[in-house]
């Protein structure tokens, strides 16, 4: 089974795919992993090439759930997926989860990609500008497998 998760910031993308992974065992690919080289002196962003290289690798195997809100590039994985799950939450509800990550965040020393609030806030909020439209555009030619979730309840 080949399974993408697509959504804003906050939507609970991660732990969707975790959930699924826990029970059918497929291995998880975060996006963010393979767009960012997290570095102890800052965070370094992969090339174009670099990200083709290392998403090819996955795509290539028989089952795989990549899940990350980036769609620019890597859009064959929208083709070969059996099933595209968006999650396209309430404006509150991904802010209460932006903010609950960032709080946990300083409370416990998480990640540093996490220290920066209102980073997470402008993304959320080009998600409801322009990316959404911009998605569902893409996934168009894909309806048959789309998934569209609006309450999280992972």
Known sequence: MKIRIIGPVGSGKTTLA???ASTEHYPVTSLDDLNWVRQATGDRHRTSSEIQVLLQVVIQQNDWIIEGAQFREGQDCFALADVIYVLDLPYYQNVYYILKRWVSNRLHGGPNQYRNLWLFL??????RTTNRDVIYRLLKP???KVIIIRKNKV
């Open 142 to 144: 894909y309806n048959q």
């Open 18 to 20: 975790h959930k699924i």
């Open 122 to 127: 402008k993304w959320q909020n080009k998600w």
